[in-house]
């Protein structure tokens, strides 16, 4: 990937509309990468701080916390950039797709998530896209933005009372992206036997000090 230059990344600021999109809905595109080598473990973005010690920064930083602690980003990226470019690779953003959100809430949360992944991605950093839904008349766009067959990331812990509203959303990502690895932050539903990397909650939530 190129590296944009301080100009070109002003301009992204300025129109948020450099970085190629995918769909009617004109989604910015987060490539897929190969998923990195050894265990995977993950730092909630709450957690991160500039100059972390190398025990936190060999994890990945997930943002499946409240969306006040991370707006920030989208807002002013590169604000952020130089911390959270010294962790081992990103989840997006899990913007919140509410069921009682307006649709085009629910869209503006996705597309948003999909801008900071690529604008990450232009700057050379790995990231894996975060998949959040709600219900079926999210499908059509909750999905999009991503390349087919890559690494995405989910989260169970908080939806263990929402089994029958949660796999129909799970399925539908099967179909609608044949990811080769899943990493789930959070025990699985005995049905989901396509997820392959299970990340603790609880100790997710702890940084290194």
Known sequence: MTKQTGDEFRAELAWRSSFETEGRWGIPLVRRQQLVDGK???????????????????????FFIDDPRFEGIYKNPDNTLAKVAQYRFLLTPDHSVYADMKPWMQL??????????????????????????????????????????????????????????????????????EPEHIICLGEPFPEMSEVDIVVDHVKARKAVR
Request: hydrophobic residues 35%; proline residues 3%; aromatic residues 14%.
């Open 40 to 62: 995977i473990d993950l730092i909630a973005y709450a957690d991160t701080k500039p100059h972390d010690i190398e025990a936190n920064t060999r994890r990945g930083v997930h």
């Open 108 to 177: 503006q949360s996705v597309a948003k998530s999909r801008w900071v992944g690529a604008c990450w991605q232009s700057h050379g950093l790995t990231v894996y896209p975060t998949m959040s839904w709600g219900t079926a008349q999210t499908f059509e766009f909750c999905f999009r933005g991503f390349e087919r067959g890559g690494t995405v990331a989910i989260a169970t812990y908080a939806c263990k009372s929402a089994k029958s509203l949660y796999l129909p959303g799970y399925y539908e990502m099967l179909r609608q992206l």
